[in-house]
């Protein structure tokens, strides 16, 4: 079949498509829109976990997610579809792919989206299917064409198998197909797989018309370096460097990387064999409840990066009851300074912000409270030089007993979060500390708190920590306290919709 050929606007749409169609509006009637977040995309209903196909088409922002409509934990993956135009408000539009074919019928898992020549918008997305090996899946890359509301999968998925491998690899971890248009009008694509023993390998694939597609290179190896399956890669370029950004799965604590499901960003350069020659590697975030990330590149030239705000280790607990679960970060624009991945909150947001209070040299010493510095949805900015105090500790969402804090301390330059005090949902992690790569006695935090979630960018967007609480909104204080003395310089403003 010729991509060019498809007729515009005629599409097939399943009956489990049209299911899942029925059953979001329906049940999203059932919740309550003050519960959810001011600034920060939720699922419409039920499971949300990766962001899929972020792209811009006809003028507007795309963001897809990995979502089981039904209930609030994993099940068959489908794609949910929402729309801005700022990165920020977010319209719901209906659920774009079911796992409704041969090729896909044990779920549509992550993947991309690119525009392609005749203005089509193309998925690219792993089609996973059972296998003869219990427990293991299948899984293929498959595509679908669409108009921006309506898709229709490719007739003959899936585009990429088995054969494409190289030697070695394993076919039950093929997945998160992530495109690009080259600058020559032709298509890449990074694709996460691992050897038999998982360990990871990024494959890297081209294309002329989006349904054929060569191996061009393994483009980075693992060898049991970072974790073990390197999941949701993206490659692009930033400031003159290439850039991998990809999520291991079980990996090892050291000073830089924490346990569990992480995420990992790889500077360096691509040499004459399309292999990534790496100079550099970081975490892409310290905190917890940050995953499976994927960017785009915005018209005026900004990379902007969005996250999973959630990680397989750190699920609520308890979540039968909820309605929908799931957020996104805010999205993030991407830099490199000095060798380093630098992150932003999209400027955006800066239009949200209503009430600004601030407070010039304050001399924090014992707990106090500021008057106008509290809520659940703020952009808090906090300059703090800490040449006199050992200790620095903030409490947020805070009433009586309840709270969750930020503790740095000098003498480490260990910044910890802490939610054991939230009296909220629990999770398997509560605390975890990040060291601040600095010298001096100054400290600068950007505090974005959204209802349930705190993105916090130290530095200028040198370091991230993100994480998520879910306790009662009606906790909204805000505390200071030093071990010592602290000056500080504190604009706060309330993140609000017209
Ligand atoms: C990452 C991931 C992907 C997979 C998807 C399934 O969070 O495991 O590798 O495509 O989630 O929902």
Redesign the pocket.
């Known amino acids: 079949m010729d991509i060019y050929s498809i007729e515009k606007d005629v599409f097939m749409i399943s009956e489990k498509l049209l299911e899942a169609r029925n059953w979001e509006v329906e049940e999203e009637k059932k919740t309550n829109p003050l519960k959810r977040p001011v600034f920060h995309l939720s699922s419409r209903v039920g499971w949300m976990?990766?962001p899929n196909g972020f792209s811009i088409y006809n003028g507007e922002i795309h963001l897809f997610y990995?979502h089981f409509p039904y209930k609030s934990v994993?099940g068959p993956?489908h794609w949910a579809h929402a729309v801005s135009k700022d990165f920020v408000t977010w319209e719901y539009l209906p659920e774009a792919l079911a796992p409704d074919t041969d090729a896909d019928n044990g779920?549509c898992?992550?993947g991309s989206a690119v525009t392609l020549k005749d203005g089509k918008h193309m998925l690219m997305y792993?089609g996973v299917v059972p296998s003869n090996v219990k427990g293991k899946m299948i899984q293929t890359q498959c595509l679908a064409f669409g108009d921006g509301i309506n898709y229709t999968k490719y007739e003959n998925n899936p585009i990429l198998t088995q054969k494409d491998l190289p030697q070695g690899l394993s076919a039950y971890d093929f997945?998160?197909p992530k495109m690009n248009v080259e600058s020559d009008g032709s298509l890449t694509a990074v694709i996460?797989g691992c050897k038999d023993d998982m360990d990871g390998r990024i494959l890297y694939y081209g294309s002329q018309d989006g349904i054929h597609w060569n191996l061009i290179s393994v483009l980075a190896e693992n060898n049991h370096r970072f974790g073990t399956m390197w999941?949701?890669p993206d490659f692009f370029e930033l400031d003159g460097k290439k850039v991998l950004l990809c999520?291991p799965m079980n990996m090892v604590k050291d000073d830089e990387y924490s346990d569990g499901h992480g995420t990992l960003c790889l500077i360096g350069e691509l040499d004459e064999n399309n292999k990534l020659v790496e100079e550099s590697n970081q975490a892409i975030d310290y905190g917890v409840d940050f995953?499976?990330t994927q960017t785009l590149l915005a018209p005026d030239g900004r990379r902007i990066m969005v996250a999973?705000m959630q990680s397989?280790h750190t699920l609520y607990e308890d979540r039968e009851d909820l309605s929908w679960y799931g957020l996104m970060t805010l999205p993030r624009e991407l830099s490199i300074r000095n060798g380093r991945l630098y992150q932003q909150p999209v400027r955006e947001i800066e239009g949200y912000r209503t009430n600004k209070v601030s407070y010039e040299d304050v001399e924090i010493t014992y707990e106090c409270e500021l008057r106008g510095v509290e809520g659940r949805s703020l952009d808090l900015n906090i300059d703090l030089d800490l040449s006199e105090c050992d200790s620095f500790l903030m409490k947020f969402a805070k009433k009586d007993d309840a709270f969750i804090s930020l503790l740095y301390d000098s003498e480490t330059n260990d910044l910890t979060f802490d939610r054991s005090n939230a009296n909220g949902r629990v999770t398997s992690i509560d605390c975890r500390s990040c060291k601040v790569r600095k010298q001096d006695d100054y400290l600068s935090l950007r505090i974005l708190m959204d209802k349930y979630s705190f993105e916090c960018f130290i530095n200028d967007g040198e370091q991230t920590l993100t994480f998520t609480y879910d306790t009662n909104l009606d906790y909204k204080g805000i505390s200071f306290s030093a071990n010592g003395m602290a000056k500080a310089n504190i604009v706060a403003y309330t993140l609000e919709k017209n």
């Open positions: 976990n990766d990995q994993w993956m779920g898992f992550s792993t997945r998160d996460g999941e949701c999520s995953y499976a999973w397989w």
